[in-house]
Each structure stands twice: as structure tokens, then as C-alpha cells.
């Protein structure tokens, strides 16, 4: 042999590894590169601030008049400023409700900021939250509600031409946008250019045609993740308006399908118990920082991404209360992640591929999120061990798949050497996803961890283990209930007497009654009456739940003054929700009349209060 070729022989066994694995290929659906930026955003901010603001109500019926949008102190820069403070890395701001009004100059409708008294109508909310946005290095986003109250087309055709120009004016006019969010609600009651009618439009997706849209968005921003848009997109609802994800979860709809395809799941809830648009009543509902944190690990953890509102009270400002409980979730979430114990440790397999070191198991604790560990094609389970240079103590552990080659993995536990064992101390590891942060029970401190993959639909891709150790919190996780306000109700007369149920103070208990069936109540002496309040059933179920009522009020139980409307958004978030009256008037009497139920044909409520 040439001398030459065997010393370039020799060279190359030296140079180059002995083995040399090929990548695996992916398993089913994979996220597109805009969803697997999107699930490493994690957390973001929703703002709902708009003419129910300013109402008091959560979906305005269509009919208010624009003028009453007048923030004097509205400044968006303090509040993308407060967002990107407490670690959120976005927003997402409700540009246009179901009540249709449109918080920028749109040209598809008069029913828009021009008629507003902020800036005499020349101002533009959309414009100065994506420019604060951009100013504090948040992504920005908008909510564009299909449903439209106030539009006299709506359940027709010539609506679709409204709606497709309000969302081409937000994707073009105001520069990236990093998500589009489509709310389910569509269709029922509404003013609809003085109709006054309920509207049904049969299936959304059809009446819509969302296909259409999500090319419209594709063409405009190829970049913008799409939320909703009846599954067409790219991001569904997590399920509960409390921002829990359901676990396992997977982000893949027709799972194990040739029709199989990634949409990942967003949890959404308000930090406050007052709903989602501002309430003179929320500073005492603030959720606490401790909840947000069960809230994080109960999304965030589960796979899933959070998307947490604050609103803007009338004047534009955030409310204070929010915002301490915001930033201090900010801080505990901060030194949650602060410090990995796992970091750099040393780390060995059972299997790896091909015995390729581009494929070891020190890729789990090396801080590359797309470096992996893997074993070989049909070798479905694994473990992998890590060493820290000292015993440690942490109560969290995060795992992380390699998700631009699919969701693998279906069952995995994790052990720690402890009084020289192997214990387990989590055996309920189902799918892993983007990331789960497992708490543990207790606090375990050791120097060895185990990683089991138990079962996966290839061979499993994991690209991080994390051990890391929750900040003592001096609160409780649990969501304690809190009414917006408690009337003295000890000498109440409650006609029917079964209905002394929704008057207990207590919101596990509730009256259930016929349609139409009107509580009647003597309060004993005449007060001032401005508003009441209504807390649904609070067991989970819908059945007779009432989401539209009459309430009346009376000085000597003979002549009523009535008033008609709606509880909007029971099904999705079944809180206490408050009417305020056209004006505050003497009463010594009330009636409540339930008219409708979202299921079934009875009526019910848990707690009816009066201020």
C-alpha cells in the first residue's frame, strides 16, 4: 500500500470518531420552527381593556356608545414596562371584543376608536401597545374576536369582508405580530345594527372559513402563531379558563394517524377573580402569587404555554393589587429556575446511539436545549443516571424532549440514591413534550439521579434533566374564595325557602329551581341599591346554569323597577360576576328572575348579592 494513503488512513482514525450514528427520523407530527419559538416564550401577558372596561361587563352587547373609551392616565410603555419586569416575554391586547368595537381607526367599521373622547378620537390603543412592546423587548399580539355584536351583517356572507379587513389592518399596519388569538364564542344575542336578535351561524369553521384566514395570516406574517381558528392554526385552547392543562399532554391532534399533526396547547386565565375586563370590585380577588406559581406549574409544567391577562381599570392603569402579585410571582418563578443543580453534571446510559458521543448522555446536562441523548432505532426505553459534584437538595425536576423530532414519550419515572438505594420519587411521568417540571412531594437531597423512560412511540429524544428547587413561599396554593361583596343577610325573608341557599355565604351550596321561577327576597329595611352580584354553581356542571336573568328592585314590594341581561361567559369561567344598575336606587324588596340556563330548562345560583 502507498505510504501516503495508509498515513492518511492512520490520520483519519485519529481525527475522526470510530462511530459515526445518523440522527433519528422524527416520530409523527413535528412543530413547525414558529411553534417550538412560541412554546420557548413560556409565559406572556394578555390585556383586556376596551368599552366593557368602562360598563362593567364581559361581553358588551354591541350597543355601547364608543364615547365612553376616555383613559386619562393610559400609558402603555408602564405596562409592557411592568410585563417585561415580571419575565414575560409578550402581550397580547383584545384589539376588538365581541362587542365589535375596534380600539384602532379601523376602515371596516364606524364602530371604532375614532368616536371615542380619548384624544378627541384620534388615538389608536393597538398602535401604542405594539410600540411599547417593541420599546421593552416584548413581542407583541392581538386578540380579534370573530364574533361581532355590533355589526348589522354578521350571520351573513357580507360579513367575512368586515372581518378579513379588520385582520389584514392589524397584521400590516402595526409590524410583527407574534400571535393572533380567535376566541370560540360565536354567535347568540346581540345588537346587530339595531336588529336585536340572536344570531346563529352553524359551524364556525365553515361560516368563516378559517382555511382561508390561516392563508391570509401565512401570506401577511408568515411568522404569526395562530390560536384557534377551529384547529386550522397552530395553538388550541388548554381546556379551563383557570389555566390548567389537562396531563398528559400532547400536542397532537389524531394521534397515532396518518392525519396526525402538532397544535400545541396555551392555558389562559386572568390574575384576577373579578373576570377578565377591569371591576371596581377586583382589588380584594387578586389571585396571590402562590396560586399563579400552581397556575405555572400546571400549564407551563404540564407542556403547554400560559398566557396570564391583567386588565386596565378606567383610567388605563393596572390595578395595584394585580401588579404586586404579579411581579412577585415574577420573582419566585425567577429563583425557581435560577439554579439547575444538574448543570454540568456527569452523566452515563444504559444505550446510546451507534455509541455516538453526539448522541451521550452528558447532552442532558450540558444547557444546549437542542443537544439530545438518544439510544437506538427500536431500543423504546432507557436510562440515564447523573452524578453532581455534591449532594443537593430540590423538590422540582424538569425534563425536556427533543420536540423537532416529535412528542415520544408515554411513561418514564425518575429514582434518587438515597441511604444507598435507588428510591423512586416520581413514578407518574407520563409524556414529556417541550418540558414538565415534576414537583415532588418533599424536598429529596442526593448526589445520584436516575431518569427511566418507561415506554415512548420511537426511540426516546431527550434533550434536558433539570433539578432544581422551589422558593419558600409563605402562602398557601390553594384558591380560596372570596366574594366581591357580603350583605347582612341574617334577617333576610327568601321566598322560595329553598332559595336560602344562594344566600349562605356559602358558594358550595347552591338553589335550584324552574324556569322563570323568580326568588323574591325582603331585605327588612330600605337600603341604596347600586349594583348586584351573581355566583354560579361552583360543582363543575352546567346543567341549569343561568346565564340570562330579570332583577328588579321595590320599596313596598308592589311597584318593581326591572331590569334585563345576560351573565356572559359561564361556560368557560363560572365566577362571580356583578350588574351594576342604571342608577343606585332605594329598595327594600329584590327579585331575581333566571330566564335562561346555558343547559337544561331549570335555573340555579350559588350566592346573590346586593350593594
Not at 354591541?62 to 393610559?74: H, T, V
Not at 364606524?110 to 384624544?119: C, M, T
Not at 413514578?427 to 415532588?440: F, S
Not at 427511566?452 to 434533550?463: E, Y
Amino acid at each position: 500500500m502507498n505510504k501516503h494513503i495508509l498515513t492518511s488512513i492512520l490520520i483519519s482514525a485519529l481525527v475522526w470518531p470510530a462511530f459515526s450514528a445518523n440522527p433519528p427520523k422524527p416520530c409523527g407530527a413535528v412543530p413547525t420552527p414558529q411553534q417550538v419559538d412560541w412554546l420557548r416564550m413560556e409565559w406572556y401577558g394578555f390585556v383586556h381593556f376596551g368599552l366593557n372596561t368602562y360598563t362593567g361587563r364581559e361581553w358588551g352587547y354591541g350597543d355601547e356608545d364608543p364615547k365612553q373609551f376616555n383613559p386619562s392616565e393610559f400609558d402603555a410603555s408602564a405596562i409592557a414596562a411592568t410585563f417585561k419586569k415580571a419575565g414575560m416575554t409578550g402581550m397580547i391586547y383584545t384589539a376588538k371584543h365581541h362587542d365589535g368595537w375596534c380600539a384602532w381607526p379601523s376602515s371596516s367599521t364606524k364602530h371604532n376608536i375614532k368616536k371615542a373622547a380619548w384624544k378627541k378620537g384620534k388615538g389608536d390603543v393597538v398602535k401604542e401597545f405594539a410600540k411599547a412592546c417593541k420599546k421593552h423587548g416584548i413581542k407583541f399580539g392581538v386578540y380579534i374576536s370573530p364574533w361581532d355584536r355590533n355589526c348589522a351583517d354578521y350571520g351573513n356572507k357580507g360579513y367575512l369582508r368586515v372581518y378579513y379587513k379588520q385582520i389584514q389592518e392589524l397584521l400590516t399596519q402595526y409590524g410583527p405580530v407574534f400571535e393572533i388569538w380567535f376566541d370560540g364564542a360565536n354567535g347568540g344575542d346581540g345588537y346587530y345594527g339595531g336588529a336585536r336578535e340572536r344570531r346563529n351561524i352553524g359551524n364556525a369553521s365553515d361560516y368563516y372559513d378559517f382555511p382561508q384566514i390561516v392563508k391570509n395570516i401565512r401570506r401577511m406574517q408568515p411568522d404569526c402563531i395562530i390560536w384557534g381558528a377551529g384547529q386550522h392554526g397552530d395553538v388550541k385552547w388548554g381546556g379551563s379558563e383557570k389555566g390548567h392543562v389537562k396531563y398528559p399532554c400532547w400536542n397532537v391532534i389524531k394521534k397515532d394517524t396518518p392525519d396526525e399533526r402538532w397544535i400545541s396547547l396555551e392555558g389562559d386565565t386572568p390574575i384576577n377573580r373579578a373576570g377578565w375586563f377591569w371591576h371596581s370590585n377586583q382589588a380584594s380577588k387578586v389571585k396571590s402569587p402562590e396560586h399563579l406559581m400552581q397556575v405555572y406549574l400546571d400549564s407551563v409544567g404540564r407542556g403547554a404555554n400560559l398566557i396570564l391577562n391583567l386588565a386596565p381599570d378606567k383610567t388605563g392603569r393596572l390595578d395595584a393589587a394585580d401588579v404586586e402579585s404579579l411581579l412577585t410571582f415574577g420573582k419566585m418563578r425567577k429563583a425557581l429556575l435560577a439554579k439547575d443543580y444538574a448543570l454540568g453534571a456527569k452523566a452515563s446510559a444504559n444505550t446510546v446511539r451507534g455509541n455516538d458521543p453526539a448522541f451521550g448522555a452528558d447532552k442532558l446536562t450540558d444547557g444546549d436545549i437542542e443537544s439530545y441523548w438518544c439510544p437506538n432505532d427500536g431500543e423504546n426505553t432507557g436510562s440515564i443516571e447523573i452524578q453532581l459534584p455534591t449532594p443537593a437538595t430540590f423538590d422540582v425536576v424538569r425534563v425536556r424532549e427533543q420536540i423537532r423530532l416529535g412528542q415520544r414519550v408515554s411513561a418514564f419515572s425518575i429514582d434518587a440514591f438515597i441511604d444507598g438505594q435507588w428510591q423512586e420519587i416520581d413514578g407518574a411521568g407520563q409524556t414529556i413534550g417541550n418540558q414538565v417540571l415534576r414537583k415532588l412531594d418533599a424536598p429529596v437531597t442526593t448526589d445520584r439521579v436516575r431518569l427511566n423512560i418507561k415506554a415512548s412511540r420511537a426511540c426516546p429524544c431527550i434533550s434536558e434533566l433539570s433539578l432544581l428547587r422551589m422558593p419558600d413561599t409563605s402562602g398557601s396554593l390553594a384558591e380560596e374564595y372570596v366574594f366581591a361583596y357580603n350583605a347582612d343577610k341574617k334577617n333576610w325573608d327568601v321566598s322560595p325557602a329553598a332559595a336560602s341557599a344562594a344566600f349562605d355565604n356559602n358558594p358550595d351550596s347552591f338553589w335550584q329551581g324552574g324556569k322563570d321561577e323568580a326568588i323574591v327576597v325582603d331585605m327588612k329595611k330600605t337600603i341604596k341599591v347600586s349594583s348586584f352580584s351573581y355566583l354560579p354553581r361552583q360543582d363543575g356542571k352546567l346543567q341549569n346554569m343561568t346565564d340570562s336573568f330579570e332583577f328588579a328592585t321595590s320599596t313596598d314590594g308592589k311597584n318593581w323597577k326591572t331590569i334585563k341581561g345576560e351573565f356572559s361567559n359561564l361556560r368557560a369561567n363560572p365566577i362571580e360576576l356583578t350588574v351594576e344598575l342604571p342608577a343606585p336606587t332605594d329598595a327594600r324588596y329584590f327579585r331575581f328572575t333566571p330566564t335562561r340556563a346555558l343547559e337544561g330548562n331549570g335555573a340555579s345560583a350559588a350566592e346573590i348579592n346586593v350593594k
